[in-house]
């Protein structure tokens, strides 16, 4: 079974430009998530699809942040601007509805702001 | 809303010796904990979970612990191995909504 993945792996851009980050979860996966993770923090979620509708975007700061999941398989997260604090890790994670309710975390995407 | 606090930060132990992480949170209605492994550069991976209606899970070297009144659970690693270490997160999901709240992480260093 293949794993979520997640790209690019690593995006250095300079503050007020965009970026934007894409995750295929794993297959027959309703649920995705995309995280930010600050160094030296645990996991923050930023927001929380089933299928193509967003179920949780309350820690999204939606000023600079848009996620959407057209189709309910593959995701895009963007930045527009970036800001300095930006920098982190961006993870995205899938996991099934009904039953195991076991969330799958990708590489992740190390974004740094400067 | 739902707060996970998690100490210690860091632990060092020696190899072959039992490492204990734990962990509080503060949503009563959280009925599945599952504890993460991060290795440097890679993303968390899941290393054991427990429901709410067990008290404890054991999985070869790694085992947990819950205790719902308290709204306290544990990871417990014995024979620690230097391929232990690596950055450690608990998490808790909000009851029923399939959101994770994860914990700040205990840096794990097993010294040979």
């Known amino acids: 079974e293949a794993g979520v993945a997640q790209s690019p792996r690593y995006k250095i851009i300079e503050k007020r430009q965009s970026v934007a980050f894409w995750c295929n979860p794993i297959?027959?996966?309703?649920?995705l998530y995309w995280y930010q993770q600050i160094l030296g923090q645990g996991p923050k979620l930023l927001i929380q699809f089933q299928n193509n509708g967003v179920v949780d975007d309350s820690q999204l700061p939606k000023d600079r942040f848009s996620a959407e999941r057209l189709k309910g398989v593959d995701s895009t997260l963007k930045i527009q601007p970036a800001k300095l604090e930006d920098s982190a890790v961006y993870l995205c994670?899938?996991?099934?509805?009904?039953?195991?309710?076991?969330?799958?975390f990708g590489q992740g995407t190390r974004l740094t702001v400067v | 809303g739902e707060n996970v606090e998690q100490h210690p930060s860091t632990l060092s132990v020696q190899e072959g010796d039992s490492a204990v992480i734990k962990c509080t949170y503060s949503d009563s209605a959280s009925n599945y904990f599952p504890w993460y492994k991060q290795e440097l550069g890679k993303g968390p991976q899941l290393i054991i979970d427990i429901r709410s209606n067990v008290g404890e899970k054991k999985d070869q070297r790694i085992a947990v612990t819950l205790n719902k009144t308290a709204k306290h659970f544990s990871l417990h690693i014995t024979e620690t191995q230097p391929e232990d270490s690596a950055v450690y997160f608990c998490a808790a999901e909000v009851g029923g909504t399939y959101k994770y709240i994860f914990g700040t992480g205990t840096r794990l260093k097993v010294l040979a």
């Open positions: 297959s027959g996966h309703a649920t």
């Open positions: 994670a899938s996991s099934k509805t009904t039953g195991n309710t076991e969330a799958f």
